[in-house]
């Protein structure tokens, strides 16, 4: 999939590149199609979520094929063809300006989470971890884009952490730069006391909270959550069915792709 910031120009020019496929569709029933494909029931709502962000950090959205298809379907009153199905793809559209990102790496088709209840849990922590630190500004799917201040005036040059909460589950992550425009994310669900100081470091644990999770964020290449063969996560026993069943969709990032070392 692609994902873009929700901006003004990034929508512009995913408008424009849809209009190679679809050059007779009328521009208002390309512009709900679109909001459908960047998860919002309709683009008034998505206008409404760009105006409660600031410019300097807007949200970040996948663009969706189905939920786009589908919408364009219910405004225009035309059916969706086997040809769209099988061929309409926001990958392989050609976009004008910087404001795309890649988010397909070669591993993606290998990864699945349907089969496994602590891999669906690792990968939920991980996202709404991610997301969180996405809308609190303080990094960006884009490559190089951190805004947390360094040094941390009570921990030097240590991960940055963050509090959030997951509908009513309170959680705490910590981020830090790994290199190569990669970011360690780890975080943990149901915090201990001292969870502020145990999310920082790997392989915490339960020391950290009841569900702790850890993995990268890859930025270089693409914007995608690497999944290895053995993701690190704790999880109490009677949490994971919770957990694995959230529903949390990424904010401009696939949530799974490439393991890079």
């Not at 030097?156 to 309170?170: S, V």
């Not at 970011?183 to 339960?206: K, M, Y």
């Not at 690497?226 to 999880?235: W, Y």
Request: with cysteine.
């Amino acid at each position: 999939m692609t994902a873009i910031p929700l901006t003004e120009s990034a929508l512009t020019s995913v408008k424009r590149a849809v209009r190679q496929d679809y050059p007779n569709y009328k521009s208002s029933h390309l512009t709900e199609a679109i909001a459908a494909a960047c998860g919002f029931a309709s683009h008034a709502a998505l206008r409404a979520r760009m105006l409660e962000r600031a410019p300097a950090h807007p949200d970040f959205a996948l663009l969706e094929e189905l939920p786009f298809l589908n919408r364009l379907a219910a405004v225009t009153g035309v059916p969706i063809s086997d040809g769209d199905l099988r061929g309409f793809s926001f990958d392989r559209l050609v976009y004008e300006g910087a404001d795309v990102l890649p988010t397909a790496s070669k591993g993606a088709a290998k990864v699945k989470y349907d089969g496994s209840r602590r891999r669906r849990a690792w990968r939920n922590v991980m996202v709404a971890g991610i997301n969180a630190g996405i809308d609190q500004g303080l990094f960006t799917p884009r490559a190089g884009e951190n805004s947390w201040p360094l040094p941390d005036p009570k921990y030097g040059d240590a991960p940055r952490t963050y509090r959030f909460m997951i509908e009513d589950i309170p959680a705490i992550a910590s981020v830090h730069d790994a290199g190569w425009d990669e970011l360690s994310i780890h975080v943990a669900l149901w915090p201990t006391i001292e969870g502020e100081r145990w999310v920082r470091t790997a392989n915490c644990g339960f020391l950290a909270g009841e569900v702790f999770a850890s993995g990268w964020l890859e930025r270089r290449d693409g914007a995608w959550l690497q999944v290895g063969d053995a993701p690190e996560f704790s999880c109490r026993k009677q949490r994971l069915d919770l957990i694995a069943a959230l529903d949390i969709r990424p904010k401009g990032y696939a949530d799974r792709g490439s393991f890079r070392m």
